[in-house]
């Protein structure tokens, strides 16, 4: 229970001795709130990201990466890393921004608005990492069938027995899988990071909509 909750708990009990509030008073400690949570979800993206780069650097002496890696992967991974890296630094910029305005804001109604945005702008953002997971995903499918000598020669061992849709349909409904289960994870996570900031951001929002109208 934060410093809000205990006021509003003590505001309802008969006797007088809890000092009342004033509306700028009850605003700041909003305002002081909704800005420490905006700055924690710019935080825990940047720590994110910083933690992804890492784990692609661990795991680049893994046997099935270093015979990706001698694929032709330039034509379709640079474009797709370097606009991945652009969206997601959007992304950062406008989370700074999100809290600078908050940080800032001197009226209730204001600061409702930045913190709809903030919220919009986190969904968007896991929007975006899951949605550039299914399309790297996909492109490293197409790469492998196409330039994988190991996958392209299986394949063709496949096709001799007729078995070629078989092959088709394991190697597809194994990447779904595995895919689904990758997707599952990071929908966990941001439920329990960004969904509980949000969740608290919600519930100032909600304050400053009782205190304003």
Known sequence: MDELDLLKKD??????????LTYNEI??????KSSSIVKW???????EFAFWIIISFLLKDNE?????????????FVPLIVLGYIILAFFFYLFFRNYRKISTTDNAKILMENILKTRKTVRQYVAFNLIYLVITSIAIIYIEIDQDQLIIDKIEAAAANGEVFKFYAVFIGITILFLAITIAFLLLFYWLIYGLLL???????????????
Do not use: V
């Not at 099935?64 to 379709?76: E, G, V």
């Open 64 to 76: 099935s990466m270093k015979r990706f890696d001698q694929l032709n992967t330039d034509p379709i």
């Open 199 to 213: 969740k608290r951001l919600n519930r100032n929002y909600k304050e400053l909509k009782r205190l304003e109208f």
């Open 27 to 32: 605003y700041k400690m909003i305002l002081k």
């Open 41 to 47: 979800i710019f935080i825990i993206s940047l720590l």
């Open 11 to 20: 505001w309802n009990k008969d006797d007088n001795t809890y000092p009342k």
